[in-house]
């Protein structure tokens, strides 16, 4: 009896091409839109996360001021000799890079570019996992006397070079000439979409004398050893630093202390909130295409039910009935369900080398949204034919 | 002619709806039906034939009385009784043909032998053969939206004896056709009765349809009129 009816089921699906298509559609979308949506952003979250490794891990952030917008604590500038003490007492750290960063234009021969001037020490390189492509990074005579030497980013390179070698070169910077003397290997985006090869990086003291005219440091790198406690180390430099800087017991710190990790846990909450609302948004349109199939499963009644009339009076028994219908609709909306998926992985891959993220695929969302369509397709497959297959043959027979 | 009872109807009523929209289509019919006979079911409209045949199907079920099939009572038997019943002794001609729809004529009249389990191979041999004696060898693989009226019922004839039924239900058959279409129609049913000996139970309100059976009932007002056998005089 199964096989006969199951031989019933796909003969009428065969019969009725355009039915079949319009019901499948539905499904196909949802499922598709769903999938793809999640994928993709599941894609952006890892995405951002890989860029966050880049940076650098294990890498510490130290920056004075507490919380922005209203409420804001300021917190005074640090100075060479906080670089020394957390250098010299705090266990654990491998590097620590006193970051200052200014904007200034940059001109080469005709053209000029205003980009973003970072002062530090070749410790900056390493802590943010920069690698030099070309040239050289600063000597310790350049670090120390402050020379007018800078190592620029690929984006700096592009707009004031050209593919030229810029190594060698003389740039401008406000009132003073400054020698090409490295080119940075391309990071690319950072994870907050800002351009981190647009940079030139020049010795702390070059950038402290000739641009800020003060001793002050923006911020300090530190890279922790591997294998360190990164909140044992944060513990030591918080009571360090609130040491030398006079902080009563009872006071705020008047300064942050960030670690990669957090920065990643913050940026990817983020994303995977994106990725919520998209799937949610995705979600709805399976919805309408469930409805979609409703509608032509009602549509279709009338026929339906006279056909299930004639089965009836020729002696097909009820559940022979029943069985063929659910059977044509299990088939329909897996069949769906399938072409969905399928597509959603064709869609995900093309889309994701589009945008420059990672594919990913997500067993449980294309788990959920082919059981999801499966069932919608069954429901509204089953019951109307139930009710029909209920009747009278004779009503069933005279359905208008 | 043999005499051998098939059906017995007694005191058959059928009601629709309830209280002050009931409507008494049956009011208490008694009838006795022997194997081999071709009794044409008469009457004009609402005179409650059409509603006698479906219960005489198992279409439809009496409000009371006894429906006895060959010994068995049908008021007692369960909706998939009724099913099994119709699948192995009866066959249905009807009126609006009821063919299904984008399906071929050999897949239509295969449709009951799908029902009684027969294996592809016989199923098809029997359709094929059904066709070519309704006289349609050759439109086996036409839907019914290419075929005529009378192509269609004899489609619908040949899917009502290709189970070999014991009783060929036809109601109005020849209603939505020709008269010339109409006599072919008669003469394949009651072909059907002279050689295979297929009881053939048929309502119309056409006399020239009734003079082909051998015995007319006549209803009226939900009872019967008249009865008698074609060429007895009235």
Not at chain 1, 4 to 16: C, M, V
Not at chain 2, 45 to 55: D, F
Request: proline share 3%; charged share 20%.
């Amino acid at each position: 009896m199964l096989w006969n009816t199951l031989q019933l089921a796909l003969r009428s699906i065969r019969r009725n091409l355009m039915r079949s298509f319009l019901t499948i559609l539905g499904i196909v979308i949802g499922v598709a839109a769903v999938i793809t949506m999640v994928t993709l952003g599941n894609g952006a979250t890892k995405s951002v996360s890989d860029q966050i490794s880049s940076m650098g891990s294990n890498l510490l952030m130290v920056m004075p001021g507490q919380r922005f917008g209203p409420g804001a604590v300021p917190g005074a500038p640090f100075k060479s000799a906080d670089v020394e003490a957390v250098r010299s007492q705090i266990a654990g750290i491998r590097l620590v890079a006193p970051v200052v960063n200014k904007s200034a234009t940059a001109v080469y021969q005709a053209n000029n570019w205003t980009t973003g001037i970072t002062g530090s020490s070749n410790d900056y390189f390493e802590a943010g996992n920069w690698e030099i492509a070309a040239g050289r990074g600063f000597s310790e005579a350049e670090e120390r006397s402050g020379k007018a030497v800078c190592v620029i980013g690929e984006t700096v390179r592009n707009k004031l070079f050209g593919r030229q070698n810029p190594v060698g070169s003389q740039i401008r910077i406000k009132q003073f000439s400054c020698e090409v003397i490295g080119l940075l290997k391309a990071k690319g985006q950072s994870s907050m979409g800002s351009d981190q090869d647009d940079v030139v990086v020049m010795p702390l003291r070059t950038v402290q004398r000739r641009l800020s005219g003060n001793q002050d440091i923006g911020r300090l790198s530190i890279s922790v050893k591997e294998g360190v406690s990164i909140d044992a180390v944060k513990e030591q430099l918080t009571l360090l630093l609130r040491e030398r800087r006079n902080i009563g017991e009872n006071e705020d710190d008047d300064f942050r202390v960030m670690d990669t990790r957090q920065i990643a846990e913050t940026l990817t909450s983020t994303t995977r909130i994106l990725t919520m609302l998209l799937g949610a948004v995705a979600a709805v349109s399976l919805l309408v295409g469930g409805i979609g199939i409703m509608n032509i499963m009602l549509v279709s009644v009338t026929e339906r039910t006279r056909e299930i009339g004639i089965r009836l009076a020729i002696g097909a028994l009820e559940r022979e009935v029943l069985l063929q219908f659910l059977i044509e609709a299990v088939v329909l909306s897996s069949l769906g369900g399938l072409i969905g998926v399928a597509l959603a992985t064709g869609a995900s891959i093309f889309l994701a080398g589009l945008i420059d993220i990672p594919y990913l695929f997500d067993p449980t969302i294309n788990l959920l949204s082919f059981v999801f369509s499966a069932a919608i397709g069954v429901i509204f497959g089953y019951f109307p034919a139930r009710r029909a297959a209920g009747l009278n043959p004779i009503d069933a027979l005279r359905h208008e | 002619m043999s005499d051998a009872v098939l059906i017995r109807l007694s005191g058959i009523t059928k009601t629709y709806g309830s209280g002050q929209a009931a409507f008494q289509a049956l009011k208490g019919i008694d009838l006795t039906i022997e194997a081999g006979d071709f009794v044409a079911i008469m009457g004009p409209s609402g005179s409650g034939k059409s509603t006698a045949m479906n219960i005489l199907g198992c279409l439809d079920v009496a409000t009371s009385g006894s429906y006895e099939f060959e010994g068995v009572k049908v008021e007692q038997l369960t909706r998939n009784e009724r099913a099994l019943l119709r699948r192995n002794y009866l066959g249905f001609v009807f009126q609006g043909f009821n063919l299904l729809a984008r399906t071929t004529a050999l897949e239509n009249v295969e449709l009951p032998l799908i029902y009684r389990g027969e294996p592809a191979a016989e199923r098809h041999a029997a359709a094929r053969a059904a066709l070519k004696q309704v006289g349609l060898e050759g439109w086996d693989h036409h839907t019914p939206a290419e075929l005529s009226g009378g192509q269609q019922q004899r489609v619908a004839i040949a899917r009502a004896i290709v189970t070999r039924p014991h009783v060929l239900l036809a109601d109005e058959p020849t209603g939505n056709l020709d008269s010339h279409t109409s006599q072919e129609i008669m003469n394949l049913i009651s072909g059907f009765n002279r050689e295979s000996g297929i009881t053939v139970l048929m309502v119309t309100h056409e006399p020239e349809m009734a003079a082909y059976a051998k015995r007319v009932v006549r209803f009226v007002d939900g009872r019967v009129d008249s009865d008698r056998r074609n060429g007895e005089d009235v």
